[in-house]
């Protein structure tokens, strides 16, 4: 991102440039006929350098026009590497949060409360106790997937209401709980590798075509 924003910066640059020189090419040029007309033709020293100037003011746009074009192709280039390493950045992330979060799952689960055991135990023989339509009811629900249904939202009602203490939670801390921030990235790109494959093509067309051009020139 930071060689895509120093390209950025430059194009914008370059943009300013041009448009700079191209509107001193016209003033040059409605300067230099106003004068030459007064002058009918005679050619003098600052005549000549006026002619010059405006010549030069043309060039340099063009020159400009070039170089905007390599910069936005290189720009183009740095884009599809930051969207690659942005998901791969992302998939890591992902990665290491889940594998953190499943470990600290599974400790907690062999570390259960024989209270929370017992009072589970409990209201499943309750369920059965009182279940009328095991074998009658086409739409019956078992007991355990009803409790299962209720101790589960009870613990993820619990969770959403929680709050992390992040100081005394190093780990996640150093792993963070959202998703990286990839700001600037191109998400279409990102998001999309069939769009990067159509872009390679793209420059590669791009590229063949201004190689042709150049060999021709």
Do not use: C
Not at 52 to 75: C, D, P
Request: charged content about 30%; cysteine-free.
């Amino acid at each position: 991102m930071m060689k895509i924003n120093d390209i950025t910066a430059a194009i914008a640059r370059s943009k300013k440039e041009r448009k700079a020189a191209i509107e001193n090419g016209k003033e040059a040029e409605t300067s230099w006929r106003t004068r030459f007309r007064s002058l009918r033709g005679n050619l003098t020293d600052e005549l000549r350098a006026q002619h010059s100037q405006r010549i030069v003011s043309r060039e340099l746009a063009e020159e400009f026009t070039g170089l905007i074009e390599e910069l936005e192709f290189e720009h183009e280039g740095e884009m599809m590497k930051a969207a690659g390493t942005g998901r791969v950045y992302v998939n890591a992330h992902n990665t290491a949060f889940t594998q953190y979060a499943e470990g600290q799952w599974e400790a907690a689960m062999r570390n259960l409360s024989p209270t929370l055991i017992r009072a589970v135990r409990l209201k499943l023989l309750s369920l059965r106790l009182n279940d009328r339509g095991r074998h009658t009811d086409p739409q019956h629900v078992e007991p355990e997937a009803i409790l299962a249904r209720e101790v589960g939202k009870v613990l993820v009602d619990k969770a959403e209401a929680a709050r992390l203490d992040m100081d005394a939670e190093p780990v996640v801390s150093e792993i963070g709980v959202h998703r990286p921030a990839l700001t600037g990235v191109d998400m279409r790109l990102l998001n999309s590798p069939a769009a990067i494959h159509k872009l390679v093509h793209e420059r590669k067309a791009k590229l063949e075509r201004k190689q042709q051009k150049e060999s021709q020139a």
